[in-house]
């Protein structure tokens, strides 16, 4: 079985950066879609970002594009988020996940693999 680890999550304030990490282990991910979700206190899980398994096509959503990068290393079978212009309302836990069938995707019950998750917090 596949399993997926967040890290670097983290307090910063607003304006700034950080970047999220997702490990894999058990599988190789090379040739799943990756993606990124969040979610924040009361709300539902959403979508961020996502990247085809060549890591030459990504998506984003509306709130994150141009500031946050999704890229992938299929040799070390990672993914990461650059996230940069942090605002406060990106404050939530964020998500790896892995899709094994199928092609780009935006809801989460589309994917099969999920991480434990990585707290973000960004002060005002």
């Known amino acids: 079985q596949g399993q997926l680890v967040e890290s670097g999550g983290g307090l910063v304030q607003a304006g700034g950066s950080l970047r999220l990490s997702c490990a894999g282990s058990?599988?190789?991910?090379?040739?799943?879609?990756m993606g990124w979700f969040r979610q924040a206190p009361g709300k539902e899980r959403e979508f961020v970002a996502l990247i085809d398994w060549s890591g030459r096509s990504t998506y984003y959503s509306d709130s994150v594009k141009g500031r946050f990068t999704i890229s992938r290393d299929n040799a070390k079978n990672t993914v990461d988020l650059q996230m940069n212009s942090l605002k406060p309302e990106d404050t939530a836990v964020y998500y790896c996940a892995a899709r094994s069938v199928g092609g780009m995707a935006y809801y989460p019950s589309s994917y099969d693999y999920w991480g434990q998750g990585t707290q973000v917090t960004v002060s005002s």
């Open positions: 058990g599988r190789t991910f090379s040739s799943y879609v």
